[in-house]
């Protein structure tokens, strides 16, 4: 049972994957013109007091930072709470107690040139929506205050982003149906046991 749902979502998404790619930069920017958003730096969007900062991320993007702030990767990342059975589903920043991400210090990315795709696209994400996908916006301080970068560099970004994304949860999903470890945490490297 659990198999034949795997390989189901696995065709899901190849077909989603096929269609994030032929999706059109232009499209996406124009339809982020009118929000004219700048980052502010205000590191809202990093502390839970603002909501939840949950930032999932690659290995390939925890590895960037560890390498940029000279910081072990168990210190920056740990385990999703997202799981199917005893399986994690990727990483996430850590966070402090107060529920700040590890990387902030003064209200302030310590990783900003490197930071995840999801934290260089907030406040904006792709979100499947029947046969296509819709652009989603949350909250943030930046919005209206006029683009600090042009819309079309940031659909670039997000299309990225939802590409990167759609390909780490293939290669999870072949990982799981290949391999006979069902705990520890799921990449798309392998399986990493705890």
Known sequence: MMRAMLEHRRRIIEHSL??????????????LAPYEWRCMRCGRCCSARFGDNTVQLSREEAEAISRHMGMPLHELIEPSP??????RLG????????????LLREGRCTAYPVRPMLCATYPFWLREEGDGFELECGE?????????TSPLELA??????LVCELEEERCMLCHMLTSNVHEGVVDSRGIWRL
């Not at 096929?18 to 339809?31: G, Q, Y």
């Open 18 to 31: 096929e269609r994030a790619r032929a999706l059109s930069e232009e499209d996406i920017a124009r339809e």
């Open 82 to 87: 997202l799981r199917i059975g005893s399986l």
């Open 91 to 102: 990483w996430v920043l850590r966070r402090d107690k107060e529920g700040q991400c590890v």
């Open 140 to 148: 943030c301080e930046g919005l209206g205050m006029g683009w600090a």
């Open 156 to 161: 670039g970004a997000l299309k990225r982003r």
